[in-house]
């Protein structure tokens, strides 16, 4: 039987790396057409090389490549920086195909729904709410609230806290076998892979069920809560 399901968030819920490379693509445009004097394989390498060291949610990377460039911030570039990549993130922001449809019919069979997300409190809330999955979902556990990452059992263990359903009767949703599947069955929870969401063409994933389309949870969840 399954009482909750809980979701990651990126390439899960919104597909979250179509989004940061089109915002980093407008980002490096206005930039350069504000003055950036370096090549565009330049800039985008620099950037890659910030996030690689900082994590892909780093705040302040368009004032480290600019730092690094003149070695003072030259505000004029940056505000076309993180202008342009602000339009073309809330552009590009959307949920997957079905998603809205599917979290609706969970919740009309009594599924009680919620977030597992490694990112920050303020960015994962942002997103839900743009997207306006925030009227869907009361429960979102982040890295703020845990301290830890999956696959620690600590952020399964709190959702389930929260949720207040077993590890057994509880389905965890997500696009990263070494981090949301591997961490999930570790705590007792059933798995299943968003494979519309994987960016690394994993294999074997390890998950007790393989999602073409977040639709499929519905078959999955009225085949266990036959009344």
């Given at each position: 039987?399954?009482?909750?399901?809980?979701?990651?968030?990126d390439?899960?819920?919104?597909?979250?790396?179509?989004?940061k490379?089109?915002?980093?693509?407008?980002?490096?445009?206005?930039m350069?057409?504000?003055?950036?004097?370096?090549?565009?394989?330049?800039?985008?390498?620099?950037?890659?090389?910030?996030?690689?060291e900082?994590?892909?949610?780093?705040?302040?990377?368009?004032?480290?490549?600019?730092?690094?460039?003149?070695?003072?911030?030259?505000?004029?570039?940056l505000?076309?920086?993180?202008?342009?990549y602000?339009?073309?993130?809330?552009?590009?922001?959307?949920?997957?195909?079905?998603?809205?449809?599917?979290?609706?019919?969970?919740?009309?069979?009594?599924?009680?729904?919620?977030?597992?997300?490694?990112?920050?409190s303020?960015?994962?809330?942002?997103?839900?709410?743009?997207?306006?999955?925030?009227?869907?979902?009361?429960?979102?556990?982040?890295?703020?609230?845990?301290?830890?990452?999956?696959?620690?059992?600590?952020?399964?263990?709190?959702?389930?806290?929260?949720?207040?359903?077993?590890?057994?009767?509880?389905?965890?949703?997500?696009?990263?076998?070494?981090?949301?599947?591997?961490?999930?069955?570790?705590?007792?929870?059933?798995?299943?892979?968003?494979?519309?969401?994987?960016?690394?063409?994993?294999?074997?994933?390890?998950?007790?069920?393989?999602?073409?389309?977040?639709?499929?949870i519905?078959?999955?969840?009225?085949?266990?809560?036959?009344?």
């Amino acid at each position: 039987m399954i009482q909750s399901i809980v979701f990651d968030l990126d390439n899960t819920l919104v597909d979250f790396m179509a989004m940061k490379h089109q915002a980093i693509e407008a980002a490096i445009d206005a930039m350069l057409d504000a003055g950036l004097d370096l090549e565009r394989a330049d800039i985008k390498s620099r950037i890659d090389a910030i996030y690689k060291e900082r994590g892909i949610e780093y705040q302040q990377v368009f004032d480290d490549l600019i730092f690094g460039v003149f070695q003072k911030i030259d505000h004029r570039i940056l505000a076309a920086g993180v202008i342009a990549y602000r339009r073309a993130r809330e552009a590009a922001l959307k949920p997957y195909p079905h998603a809205t449809a599917t979290l609706m019919q969970l919740l009309r069979r009594g599924i009680k729904l919620a977030v597992l997300t490694d990112a920050p409190s303020r960015e994962a809330w942002l997103r839900l709410c743009h997207i306006g999955f925030h009227h869907i979902f009361n429960i979102a556990v982040t890295f703020d609230e845990t301290g830890e990452r999956k696959p620690s059992a600590r952020p399964f263990l709190t959702v389930l806290d929260h949720l207040q359903t077993p590890a057994s009767y509880a389905l965890m949703v997500g696009d990263w076998a070494e981090r949301d599947i591997a961490g999930a069955k570790a705590v007792g929870m059933q798995t299943a892979f968003a494979r519309y969401g994987d960016v690394f063409d994993t294999q074997n994933h390890g998950a007790d069920y393989d999602l073409n389309d977040i639709s499929d949870i519905l078959e999955i969840v009225d085949s266990q809560n036959v009344s």
